[in-house]
Structure formats: structure tokens, C-alpha cells
Nanobody, 120 residues
Framework: QVQLVESGGGLVQPGGSLRLSCAAS????????MGWYRQAPGKQRDLVAT???????NYADSVKGRFTISRDNGKGTLYLQMNSLKPEDTAVYYC??????????????WGQGTLVTVSS
């Protein structure tokens, strides 16, 4: 019943920008840490950025200064602003959340992914 749905992916030229969104739904009491991960063909799923419930952020070195992670706690929505995109950023981007329901704590859920392609 608890779901994360990503949106905003697509095709963009190098140097361009995209904004990804991840909306949470279901009987969630609270959402704790959230993050964006990405996976390119033949590679492992890697962490891109994380954000705590209080807004503290962490970024992979490869995206520092170019990507910004943010969240709207009231809406249960996670965002990733992606600027100065490079072909190496091409991947399926997944959002992840740690959350609690009224009956359980520290549960985890993944979104289905959204494809970002950076190409001329």
C-alpha cells in the first residue's frame, strides 16, 4: 500500500537541467531519511544524495555542486534538481525512503525508477 512514484525523467542535452520528483503515498505516519540512487546498465545502484527529516543533506562527489536534493515534509515529496548534466549522469534514478507507520518503525520502500538520458 505504501508507494513511492518518481517522475521528471527524460532526454536532455549535456549542460541541461531536469527536476525529479518522488511522491509518497499510503498510511505513513512519518518519513525519516530519503534519498536518490541511480543505476546505469551493467553497474551497481549507487547513492546520489540523501536528506534527513530535518533537512541535512549528503551528496556523492560526482554530483556535488550540480545536484540539489530537497523535500517537502508536508507533502511527503522528495526532489532532485539536476543542473549541468553530463552524459555520465545517464541512469535510472530511484528514490528511497525510510518511514514509520502507526504499527511499525524504520521500514523501507523504493520507487519504480525514472530514466534520465543525457545525450546530444
Amino acid at each position: 500500500q505504501v508507494q513511492l512514484v518518481e517522475s521528471g525523467g527524460g532526454l536532455v542535452q549535456p549542460g541541461g537541467s531536469l527536476r525529479l520528483s518522488c511522491a509518497a503515498s499510503g498510511r505513513i505516519f512519518s518519513i525519516d531519511d530519503m534519498g536518490w540512487y541511480r543505476q546505469a546498465p551493467g553497474k551497481q545502484r549507487d547513492l546520489v544524495a540523501t536528506i534527513t527529516s530535518s533537512g541535512m543533506t549528503n551528496y556523492a562527489d560526482s554530483v556535488k555542486g550540480r545536484f540539489t536534493i530537497s523535500r517537502d515534509n508536508g507533502k511527503g515529496t522528495l526532489y532532485l534538481q539536476m543542473n549541468s548534466l553530463k552524459p555520465e549522469d545517464t541512469a535510472v534514478y530511484y528514490c528511497n525512503a525510510r518511514y514509520s507507520t502507526l504499527g511499525s518503525r524504520n521500514l523501507g520502500v523504493w520507487g519504480q525508477g525514472t530514466l534520465v538520458t543525457v545525450s546530444s
